[in-house]
């Protein structure tokens, strides 16, 4: 019977492991571009809202929802604890997001996401379990 508990638990545990929901907690904003007021407003904005990460075999999808619409970023897999995404718009700028992972063994504690602009970091923004 203990067989079957624990049987049952490490697959509940596994399932819920594909889609985890987290909190933002903190938002860094680096370079010249940005003044304290669209700091402020970018903050009161994001702390506190809620992202999916939603895992397949090589990569992740990472789901936010503001203002009743959901938006969706695909991420491709660097190693175990990394993923990336890149895009470059008709002027030849890359913007790059970098995801990382704190884990503790399978357990994701939380993650950050840091966003390049030209190979210049921009914003870094922590998420924590929820």
């Not at 003044?35 to 407003?41: L, W």
């Not at 992972?101 to 923004?125: G, P």
Request: charged content about 25%.
């Amino acid at each position: 019977m203990r067989k079957y508990l624990f049987i049952s638990f490490l697959l509940l545990f596994f399932l819920e492991i594909q889609a985890q929901t987290f909190v933002c907690t903190d938002i860094n904003y680096y370079g010249p571009n940005y003044n304290p007021t669209s700091i402020q407003k970018n903050k009161a904005r994001y702390l506190g809202s809620k992202a999916t990460l939603t895992f397949f075999d090589k990569s992740l999808k990472i789901s936010y929802t503001e203002k009743g619409k959901t938006e969706s970023i695909v991420l491709d897999k660097v190693n175990d604890n990394e993923y990336h995404y890149y895009k470059k718009d008709l002027l030849g700028n890359i913007t790059k997001g970098v995801l990382k992972l704190q884990k503790w063994v399978a357990y994701i504690k939380s993650f950050t996401i840091e966003s390049y602009n030209n190979n210049s970091l921009e914003v870094v923004a922590t998420f924590k379990r929820d």
